[in-house]
């Protein structure tokens, strides 16, 4: 497939410019570029999702125009959307084959059939994911495998990844790399996108690089490193993008003991287990392992969105087990979620109302808001967290999802939180807006907050924290410090449930956070 000199204008704004783009049959080209660079806008005209102001495509060597996404799948053409596209209230398989539903009799919906094709493709990414289950009930990783069967199931030509791999575990990464391996073994063309640079290089065997909307670099991927990549994206050197530690260590802030949580998608497991830890003033602890460790359920009931079934969690020295959202966020612990779309914000919301909406109450003067002084403070966050906007009345989808994640953590820090939460905190966002997060977290740090991360990325876990905490099924398995460690000690450590924990629970009392 190649699109030739295709350019695309949003009102004044340049999304492409004049982008010349190859792909191979049989072949992965990774496609790399900082949010807002015009990647998915390229993709979404490749995929008929949107159509170019000027230029052309060619599909097989003839001309091609998509009137829609359906058009593109019937030429063979499919993508995976970077925010997920599905229906929470239907079905794995309604999903899966919503818009060509199998149909037997000329009348009725062959189920049976297509159950049986959605539990091959599940069991060709090992998923054990059953069919007939709610989408709304999966896990975030589980909803992207749901997304990624379903581009499979396609069987395209051209199958366009737009960050596949968000809220995947490092073995479910395996898996989708394998299969990707299987497509292309049989013609099959692959764009992949990714903000996990060095994730992407080991699948590529192309890479272009676009920056403001231009194509800027195209080579062999054996040919160049992460390096290069960054110096063409952003124009830094990777090693600048993790900030200093260090930060003097204080009292504890945030203690948890004894906490015991039901999974709230099956009540008679716990997805936590009798768990014990302390975070203390100055600190950045990381919470890291694999999908179903239990951080997203560790960090929901610190926040109050999940019931305590055992145990007790503390803020400055003051219980919190049973109080609500609204309380924590009032006794100084908020939470950045997981998922930006579904958790952090309000689609229909301008940037300014989703920053100021978890602190609207510091605004009031007695039953009104003070319009005056929540805009001098909305304003003073943008700045503070560098949000890229054209104003505080800009709508919240016309950012990038970089400054989308921004405007999330922009929303906490209002709260002025003394213990901040964040899970995944870089989820689906470039290099260059990661490591604005990272400062934002080393910050809040230095200015004397507890700060307690769950992440999924190696690189992140050695390089972002003081401590890291190692998850398996609902407990604390093990407590490395990211000096010392290794990236395959930290998935040794994350995939050894038999062995026993080389630490209690519970991190050290020591003034320092010195660990056992």
Not at 30 to 55: C, D, Q, R, W, Y
Not at 70 to 82: L, P, S
Not at 395 to 412: D, F, M, Y
Request: hydrophobic share 45%; glycine share 10%; aromatic share 4%.
């Amino acid at each position: 497939m190649r699109a030739r000199d295709i350019t695309k204008v949003y009102g004044g704004t340049h999304a492409l410019r004049g982008v010349d783009f190859a792909i191979r049959a049989g072949c992965v080209t990774a496609l790399f570029g900082e949010n807002g660079a015009g990647k998915s806008t390229l993709m979404k005209i490749l995929a008929g999702v949107e159509t170019p102001t000027t230029g052309t495509l060619e599909l097989f060597g003839e001309a091609a125009v998509f009137a829609s996404p359906v058009e593109a799948v019937d030429r063979g053409v499919a993508i995976i959307h970077q925010e997920l596209n599905l229906c929470p209230n239907l079905s794995v398989t309604d999903n899966l084959f919503m818009g060509r539903e199998l149909i037997r009799g000329g009348l009725f919906v062959n189920e049976g059939a297509q159950k049986l094709i959605v539990a091959d493709v599940l069991a060709r990414l090992e998923e054990k994911i059953d069919p007939n289950a709610l989408v709304s009930e999966l896990r975030l990783g589980q909803q992207q495998v749901v997304e990624i069967a379903r581009a499979i199931s396609f069987e395209a030509r051209v199958l366009i990844m737009d960050e596949p791999t968000s809220a995947l575990s490092a073995a479910e990464v395996e898996v989708l790399f394998r299969v990707i391996r299987e497509l292309t073994a049989t013609g099959v063309a692959i764009v992949y996108i990714s903000h996990h640079l060095e994730e992407a290089l080991l699948i590529a065997d192309d890479v272009v690089v676009l920056r403001d909307g231009a194509l800027v670099a195209v080579a062999p991927a054996d040919e160049v490193d992460i390096a290069w990549v960054v110096a063409n994206m952003v124009g830094r050197n990777p090693d600048d993008l993790y900030p200093e530690m260090g930060a003097p260590v204080g009292e504890a802030l945030l203690e948890v003991r004894g906490l015991s949580v039901a999974d709230p998608a099956n009540p008679g497991r716990m997805a936590v287990a009798d768990l014990d830890l302390t975070v203390r003033a100055g600190e950045i602890v990381c919470l890291y392992g694999l999908m179903g460790a239990g951080r997203t359920e560790l960090l929901e009931t610190l926040a109050g969105r999940l019931p305590v079934q055992k145990g007790s969690v503390h803020v400055d020295g003051r219980d919190v087990t049973a109080a609500s959202i609204a309380d924590r966020i009032e006794l100084g612990m908020a939470l950045v979620p997981e998922d930006r779309q579904r958790d952090g914000l309000v689609q229909t919301m301008s940037v300014g109302d989703n920053l100021s909406l978890a602190s609207i109450r510091s605004f009031l003067s007695g039953p009104f808001v003070s319009g005056r002084r929540e805009q001098v403070a909305v304003k003073r966050t943008i700045v503070d967290v560098t949000v890229k906007t054209l104003g505080p009345g800009a709508a919240i989808g016309s950012l990038s999802g970089g400054n989308q994640q921004k405007v999330v953590i922009g929303k906490v820090l209002l709260t002025a939180p003394r213990v901040l939460l964040l899970d995944e905190p870089t989820r689906g966002i470039d290099v260059g807006a990661k490591a604005d997060i990272f400062t934002l977290m080393a910050e809040q740090a230095r200015s004397g907050r507890a700060v307690l991360f769950a992440t999924s990325e190696l690189g992140e876990a050695l390089n972002a924290a003081d401590r890291v905490l190692v998850m398996h099924r609902g407990r604390v398995v093990r407590e490395l410090d990211p000096r010392t460690t290794t990236k395959e000690d930290l998935m040794a450590a994350s995939d050894d449930a038999a062995s026993p924990p080389e630490t209690t629970n519970d991190v050290s009392d020591d003034a320092n956070g010195a660990l056992a």
